[in-house]
């Protein structure tokens, strides 16, 4: 565009000066001529063609004086192809002298300068701001591997605080727990019927105690839980519901995992418990070669999406996040009661 204006006050320019200079001739011949060959300057991909078509308007100035008039226009793309080499062709403006012919000629020249600096200034700011690009999405990337490694630096700090306190209650309570045990089997021995009746409560509280510990130590010290235990233990809290579960994975899962798992089941049950009349709810966890499956399906007539995506569980949008959180992707409609379908990736 901004080439195109600057060629029309030039293209104005040289019709003034042309019909100062020789009135009585044919100007829309000249015109058309030199107009057409400036634009084909600018069209014209290769140099070596720009060049003899440059030649051409040359011959042309000499075969006929008038075509001098219009040398600006054809000077301003000149400049552009061989900078100030266009010197050797000054001349031709003494041909027909005029005085505005060579004011336009300057300014021509002046202009193409200026668009010469203003796209070289384009470009290199183009240039800028692909780097600027390149080093934003790097900085993106570094400061996403930054976050990473710290949350791997606070879960191994986690995970090593979780060892040692589980070391010092196994080290204390656990022998404070088994020195009782054995000092009330001790007691038992002396004791009547009515003090071992006692004694023995007392030593069953011990022991579940003990096993409550030791249970406990072992899931801290591992960070884990049995996933299909979680599930069982959440669909038993379950009434005036009927339901199914298909659980078919075999390898252990990260503890992450487990935990994501057991977020959408329990969303899944929430949205079946409080939007939908159903009466049979299906769940199915599926461990393939390459992805893990989750399907969640309730007999319910009907459902409600806006109040689904806006529950007080994690809802769709977060069950989404999770999905993409593992490469995977998530799937809900109704057909033939309310189904969600998610899919998360391996590895």
Do not use: W
Request: charged share 25%.
């Amino acid at each position: 565009m901004r080439r195109f204006m600057e060629k029309s006050i030039i293209i104005f320019f040289c019709l003034l000066n042309t019909y100062k200079m020789i009135p009585e001739s044919n100007l829309v011949v000249y015109f058309l001529i030199s107009v057409i060959i400036s634009f084909s300057l600018d069209l014209l991909l290769y140099k070596n063609i720009r060049l003899i078509l440059g030649l051409i308007f040359i011959v042309l100035c000499t075969y006929d004086r008038a075509y001098v008039y219009y040398l600006p226009l054809i000077l301003y793309n000149l400049y552009l192809d061989f900078d100030f080499y266009i010197l050797f062709v000054s001349p031709l403006l003494f041909i027909n002298f005029s005085l505005l012919g060579l004011l336009i000629s300057i300014t021509s020249v002046y202009m193409s300068i200026n668009s010469h600096r203003y796209h070289l200034f384009i470009d290199q700011n183009k240039i800028v701001r692909d780097e600027l690009k390149e080093d934003a999405i790097y900085l993106k990337r570094y400061n996403e591997q930054l976050k990473i490694d710290r949350e791997k630096n606070i879960h191994i700090a986690v995970l090593t605080e979780r060892n040692r306190i589980a070391r010092e209650l196994h080290d204390s309570i656990g022998h404070v727990l088994s020195s009782s045990i054995l000092q009330v089997e001790a007691l038992k021995i002396s004791s009547d019927d009515l003090t071992n009746e006692g004694l023995a409560q007392l030593q069953d509280t011990l022991s579940n105690g003990m096993d409550d510990i030791r249970n406990s130590i072992h899931n801290l010290h591992r960070e884990s839980f049995d996933l299909k235990s979680r599930i069982d233990h959440l669909l038993g809290e379950m009434q005036n519901i009927d339901v199914e579960l298909s659980y078919r994975i075999e390898e252990d899962l990260s503890y992450d995992l487990k935990f994501d798992i057991v977020s959408v089941i329990k969303e899944g049950i929430t949205n079946c418990v409080k939007h939908s009349d159903a009466t049979k709810l299906n769940i199915s966890l599926i461990g393939q070669p390459k992805f893990y499956t989750i399907i969640i399906k309730d007999n319910g007539s009907s459902y409600q999406e806006d109040k689904i995506k806006s529950s007080d569980g994690i809802g769709l949008i977060s069950m989404n996040e999770i999905a993409e959180k593992y490469n995977g992707f998530l799937n809900y409609g109704y057909d033939s009661g309310f189904k969600i379908h998610i899919t998360l990736m391996k590895g």
